[in-house]
Protein backbone atom coordinates (compact mmCIF):
# COMPACT_ATOMS: atom_id res chain seq x y z
CA UNK A 1 0.00 0.00 0.00
CA UNK A 2 2.75 2.47 0.56
CA UNK A 3 4.66 1.49 -2.39
CA UNK A 4 1.22 2.63 -4.58
CA UNK A 5 1.14 5.96 -2.75
CA UNK A 6 4.67 6.73 -2.99
CA UNK A 7 4.21 5.83 -6.25
CA UNK A 8 1.47 8.06 -6.94
CA UNK A 9 3.66 10.98 -5.65
CA UNK A 10 5.67 10.66 -8.33
CA UNK A 11 3.29 10.33 -10.43
CA UNK A 12 2.20 14.01 -9.43
CA UNK A 13 5.82 15.62 -9.16
CA UNK A 14 5.96 14.72 -12.99
CA UNK A 15 2.76 16.63 -13.00
CA UNK A 16 3.45 19.23 -11.70
CA UNK A 17 7.18 19.31 -13.42
CA UNK A 18 4.88 19.57 -16.82
CA UNK A 19 2.84 21.94 -15.68
CA UNK A 20 5.67 24.42 -14.84
CA UNK A 21 7.31 23.73 -18.07
CA UNK A 22 4.28 23.60 -20.26
CA UNK A 23 3.31 27.63 -18.53
CA UNK A 24 6.90 28.72 -20.01
CA UNK A 25 5.53 28.89 -23.75
CA UNK A 26 1.72 30.71 -23.00
CA UNK A 27 -0.57 27.36 -23.35
CA UNK A 28 -3.85 28.62 -24.56
CA UNK A 29 -6.15 28.68 -21.69
CA UNK A 30 -8.86 26.45 -23.14
CA UNK A 31 -6.34 23.46 -24.53
CA UNK A 32 -7.98 20.44 -22.43
CA UNK A 33 -4.77 19.03 -21.73
CA UNK A 34 -3.48 22.62 -20.03
CA UNK A 35 -6.80 22.48 -17.90
CA UNK A 36 -6.46 19.45 -16.67
CA UNK A 37 -2.79 20.11 -14.99
CA UNK A 38 -4.00 23.07 -13.98
CA UNK A 39 -6.86 21.43 -12.20
CA UNK A 40 -5.09 18.97 -10.65
CA UNK A 41 -1.91 21.11 -9.76
CA UNK A 42 -3.84 24.47 -8.65
CA UNK A 43 -5.03 23.71 -5.21
CA UNK A 44 -1.39 22.65 -3.75
CA UNK A 45 0.23 25.33 -5.59
CA UNK A 46 -2.26 27.98 -5.03
CA UNK A 47 -2.01 27.22 -1.27
CA UNK A 48 1.96 27.60 -1.17
CA UNK A 49 1.60 30.66 -3.57
CA UNK A 50 -0.85 32.04 -0.64
CA UNK A 51 2.04 31.35 2.11
CA UNK A 52 5.19 33.14 0.44
CA UNK A 53 3.16 35.95 -0.39
CA UNK A 54 2.90 36.31 3.39
CA UNK A 55 6.44 35.87 3.84
CA UNK A 56 8.60 36.26 0.99
CA UNK A 57 8.91 39.21 -1.16
CA UNK A 58 8.08 39.67 -5.05
CA UNK A 59 10.27 37.62 -6.75
CA UNK A 60 8.51 39.19 -10.14
CA UNK A 61 7.62 36.55 -13.04
CA UNK A 62 9.24 33.84 -11.20
CA UNK A 63 6.62 31.31 -9.67
CA UNK A 64 8.94 29.49 -7.17
CA UNK A 65 5.58 27.52 -5.64
CA UNK A 66 6.14 24.19 -7.50
CA UNK A 67 9.54 23.79 -6.53
CA UNK A 68 8.60 23.96 -3.10
CA UNK A 69 5.81 21.80 -3.31
CA UNK A 70 7.95 19.25 -5.40
CA UNK A 71 10.78 19.59 -2.65
CA UNK A 72 7.47 18.31 0.16
CA UNK A 73 6.46 15.63 -1.95
CA UNK A 74 10.05 14.21 -1.79
CA UNK A 75 10.12 14.89 1.75
CA UNK A 76 6.97 12.97 2.15
CA UNK A 77 8.32 10.19 -0.09
CA UNK A 78 11.47 9.67 1.71
CA UNK A 79 8.92 9.35 5.06
CA UNK A 80 6.96 7.03 4.06
CA UNK A 81 10.27 4.96 2.70
CA UNK A 82 11.84 5.50 6.01
CA UNK A 83 8.41 4.54 8.17
CA UNK A 84 7.76 1.58 5.74
CA UNK A 85 11.35 0.14 6.66
CA UNK A 86 10.84 0.39 9.84
CA UNK A 87 14.43 2.61 10.14
CA UNK A 88 14.98 5.44 12.71
CA UNK A 89 16.00 8.81 11.29
Known amino acids: MIQFIISLLQVYIYIVIARAVVSWFSPNPSNQ ?3 ILCDITE ?6 RKILR ?5 LGAIDISPIILILV ?5 YLLIISSRGLKF
Not at 54 to 58: F, G, L, M
Not at 73 to 77: E, V
Open 33 to 35: IWR
Open 43 to 48: PPLGFI
Open 54 to 58: RYIPS
Open 73 to 77: LNMLI
